[in-house]
């Protein structure tokens, strides 16, 4: 099975994280099938981008996102709309 999750970078104690598609038996930092984008908890507002093209083709494929990876999704849908509604 197919799991959108985070993978963890940077230093001791400074963590940032990359979104990614992975096989579910794998460790966390082994090879991926596709980084979706990235999110930076230690910035003042976070910091995140994720390419939502392409966590819709790995939804579509039957991938699994993690509780953190869906909120995460949830709120760039949110930004997403936001920015669209502000240019009409």
Avoid: C, H
């Amino acid at each position: 099975m197919i799991k959108l999750r985070l993978m963890r970078f940077g230093a001791k104690k400074k963590p940032s994280y990359r979104i990614v598609a992975i096989d579910s038996r794998r460790a966390r930092q082994s090879k991926t099938l596709d980084t979706l984008g990235y999110y930076n908890p230690r910035t003042e507002p976070v910091e995140f981008r994720i390419d939502l093209e392409k966590v819709n083709y790995w939804l579509n494929k039957g991938a699994k996102p993690s509780e953190t990876v869906n909120s995460l999704i949830n709120r760039a849908v949110k930004v997403q709309k936001t920015t669209q509604d502000s240019k009409s």
